[in-house]
């Protein structure tokens, strides 16, 4: 699908927003829209540069892409969006694109939902231990495994503790500290249940099986924000998903 810019139309400045004057057209580009019965899509167009006296010589805003990005936004709010339902792979393999493709979407999806969030009527926490995990790093990278079988230094009798437990005197001084965001545990009266956090554990097992091939730690943390974030999305005039 051909673009043109309407006529005597001003181009608008990447950098501050402004209209300004043209410079030149670069060759066309094409951007990928959201594919119609699995057809393909793309918007071509040859962007204009714009002469702005305070950017210099800039390639204008377009409002279906961002930057440099070859995807529209709608189709990558599309495959962010499609990827909460299939594997990631398999969001690829259903629009014929790649995993690489996907992941940018979720990416982008999760940046602009963490970029918009709204924390302010967060009440309560759940917080749930990382002793084993801790353990299992600890023997990884070569250390002694001072975690194992830690919860028996909080039930021995005083007088029965030895000075091979140091690392306990950190947390028992960690948990003065927080005695008082400790003991809301208590005052609430059941009315909040680990429950929920070890259900998280589950469906972040799962997130993580459905977004396989993952490079780096970065990348499971967007999975999961991704599904389990609740994050925010842009109010579009189509929704396509």
Known sequence: MDIEPRANSRSICSGCGEKRPGYDRLSPRRFQFVPLSKIAVFFVYAMRRVDCPTCGVTVERVPWAEGKEQLTTSYRWFLARWAKR????????????TWDTVFRSVKHAVEWGLAHRNLSGIEAIGVDEVRRAEVAQMKQDGYEPILTKSRWCLLKRRENLTDKLEPMKKVAKSLRRHRNLILNWFRAKGTISSGVVEGLNGVVKLTTRKAFSFRTAKGIGIALFHVLGRLPEPTFTHRFC
Request: glycine share 8%.
């Open 86 to 97: 299939l594997s990631w792979q398999g969001t690829a393999d259903a629009f014929n694109t």
